[in-house]
């Protein structure tokens, strides 16, 4: 059974914003760092933000560029991304990762099955 959850995702005009969140259904995430990641169609997956799990220090892609803010509540075990000035490129299937304060997607161990973000022209 998949421990971590998204939803949230949707279709958005360029400029808006989504929020998505990710749910540790497990509850047994919460010394982990939380990441998302996205994947365009041919793409490769690309690392989007990481939050640690006690400090709440966070990382970002340079393509974020201030637009996207990762947070995390770890007494709900749950993770969110706002995305806010979306543009076309920002579609791709958004995952969540559970594991290292790492930007490589080798350092997490648990994912979730995604959540689609289609931002139209």
């Known amino acids: 059974q998949v421990p971590l959850v998204e939803s949230g995702g949707g279709l958005v005009q360029t400029g808006g914003s989504l929020r998505l969140s990710c749910v540790d259904t497990?509850?047994?995430?919460?010394?982990?760092?939380m990441a998302w990641f996205r994947q365009a169609p041919g793409q490769e997956r690309e690392f989007v933000a990481v939050?640690?799990?006690?400090?709440?220090?966070?990382t970002y892609a340079d393509f974020v560029e201030g637009r996207f803010i990762i947070s995390r509540d770890n007494a709900k075990n749950t993770v969110h991304l706002q995305l806010n000035a979306v543009k076309p490129e920002d579609t791709a299937l958004y995952y969540c990762a559970a594991g290292a304060f790492n930007r490589m997607a080798s350092a997490y161990t648990y994912w979730g099955q995604g959540t689609q973000v289609t931002v139209s022209a």
């Open positions: 497990g509850r047994t995430l919460s010394t982990l760092s």
């Open positions: 939050i640690s799990p006690n400090t709440h220090d966070t």
